[in-house]
């Protein structure tokens, strides 16, 4: 193609660019011209939730001040991500402080095979040679692929991990090292990429220099891992308000365990006479954390209430420990529901605005474990009006309406739902609404016209009666 024809092309590409801006609903950017200095990522993989914490030292090379840094994530990251968290930190070891920055989803033109982006926005933009230090959280669950695939009792689970040895990164990496923790010393293979190192629990990668952006270099380990795999299938959540000075929560769980699956026969003689050498990576026993001040807490299963549970409670928190009625293997699934009563003055709150509002935890109360649908719906007392939902993260949304008895109009209902939810979720956030106190009184004249009734059922009944009589 002749060289005098180039400016012809550019005109429309340019413009393309800026009506794509308005059209995207993802920030569309560009990558600016940074460097990492130094990376270090330390990846948590003792339970089934996997934590990865990454510190990156960035550099602006360019002349225009830098505000957003980008993370890159391979389309199998992307795919089982939870959370992604970011933090600005300054100063040394005890005296380090951390404060968190804003991370939204990106789309950028130049990443190779589906790789997902999101952006850090920084306090301060960048100057020509500034650097800064970042701190990055995220979460990956589904990530651990069981092998072999069926296990018997008396087996211990093992597990593969996929990764790679090499940042993906838009961005050159000056140096950069991997640190791999398993929960025990057995790790039957890894793929070296060196310089790569095991020692105990720790497997290193690197330091590795000078990486170009996009480098990727695909790793395999093959370790032991026996934590509990919990998998809440589906959690709803009810929490119901009532103005009368209660807040009822009601949880219905469908729980598996998606480690290795089990194979073979099951003998509970065996289980209970050697603990410590079969069923290693099953699990009997659950931990709810619930809110202080719990009260008329119930466990109940398919056939009725289950009385193996065990309430602790002080006045930060209470813990229900309880049992499902067998341990539950691979594949393996129980289904169950709990409920509790908590008082309405420690969660209903009054806004300036004359706005009533409910502000509660998100999330699943059992530890460690992930919800792959949490379905949480939140109650108002009958003629609340206008209600909006504030959550520090993306939801979806909407209403319904349930009637109960005493209910002339019924209910609203907001209804939150969330994919793939960790502990990391569970954040306090606010229903507010409107509600006219004249509402108060419909219960209660619900109440007296039925009793009303009743008595002039029953006069009307003696009445016949008596008439009889005569
Ligand atoms: C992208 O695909 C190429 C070739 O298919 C492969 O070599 C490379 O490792 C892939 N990169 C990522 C980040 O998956
Ligand atoms: C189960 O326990 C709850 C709360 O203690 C109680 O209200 C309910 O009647 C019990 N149900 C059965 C079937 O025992
Ligand atoms: C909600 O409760 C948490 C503690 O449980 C508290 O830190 C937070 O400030 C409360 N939020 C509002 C809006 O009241």
Redesign the pocket.
């Known amino acids: 193609m002749p060289m005098e024809e180039q400016p012809h092309f550019r005109v429309p590409l340019s413009l393309l660019l800026i009506f794509s801006l308005f059209l995207l609903p993802t920030s569309f950017s560009s990558t600016h011209d940074l460097q990492i200095l130094n990376a270090e990522r330390r990846i948590d993989l003792t339970s089934h939730i996997i934590k990865v914490y990454l510190t990156l030292k960035v550099e602006n090379l360019e002349t225009s001040p830098a505000s957003e840094v980008h993370l890159a994530f391979s389309p199998a990251e992307a795919e089982h991500l939870a959370i992604v968290k970011a933090a600005a930190t300054s100063g040394k070891r005890k005296k380090k402080t951390y404060i968190p920055l804003d991370v939204k989803s990106a789309e950028l033109p130049d990443g190779p095979n589906g790789t997902k982006f999101f952006t850090v926005t920084l306090l301060t933009p960048l100057n020509k040679g500034e650097t800064a230090t970042l701190e990055v959280l995220y979460i990956l669950t589904h990530s651990l692929e069981p092998f072999p695939v069926e296990i018997t009792q008396s087996e211990s689970q093992l597990v593969y991990f996929r990764d790679s040895a090499i940042l993906l990164s838009p961005y050159h990496v000056k140096e950069q090292t991997t640190f791999i923790k398993t929960p025990s010393t057995r790790v039957e293979s890894f793929t070296v990429v060196d310089p790569a190192k095991r020692a105990g629990t720790e497997l290193k990668y690197g330091p590795y220099e000078d990486q170009p952006p996009y480098s990727y270099s695909p790793v395999l380990v093959h370790f032991e891992n026996n934590n509990p795999f919990a998998v809440v299938e589906e959690l709803e959540r009810e929490i119901e308000i009532s103005h009368w000075g209660n807040v009822q929560v009601t949880e219905r769980y469908r729980l598996v365990h998606a480690g290795a699956r089990h194979k073979g026969a099951f003998s509970r003689v065996e289980y209970q006479t050697r603990p410590d050498a079969t069923g290693v990576s099953s699990f009997k026993h659950l931990l709810a954390k619930l809110p202080p001040k719990v009260h008329?807490v119930?466990y109940?299963d398919e056939i009725?209430?289950v009385s193996t549970s065990n309430l602790r409670t002080d006045y930060r928190k209470s813990e229900l420990e309880f049992q499902p009625r067998y341990p539950l293997f691979g594949g393996w699934k129980s289904t169950f529901v709990i409920?509790y009563g908590l008082p309405l003055q420690d969660f209903l709150f009054e806004s300036p605005d004359g706005r009533r509002y409910l502000n509660f935890t998100f999330g699943c109360p059992l530890t460690q474990t992930v919800v792959d649908k949490l379905i949480l719906k939140v109650v108002l007392p009958e003629g609340s009006k206008d209600p909006t939902a504030v959550i520090p993260f993306q939801v979806d949304q909407h209403l319904e309406i349930k009637y109960s008895y005493l209910d002339v109009i019924g209910r609203t209902v907001v209804v939150l739902e969330k994919s793939n939810v960790v502990p990391e979720h569970n954040v306090p956030f606010q229903v507010y609404y409107t509600f006219n106190p004249i509402f108060m009184l419909a219960e209660p004249l619900m109440l007296s016209i039925a009793i009303f009734l009743f008595f002039v059922a029953s006069v009307s009944y003696l009445h016949a009666d008596l008439s009889i009589r005569k």
């Open positions: 008329s119930y109940r009725g209430n409920g």
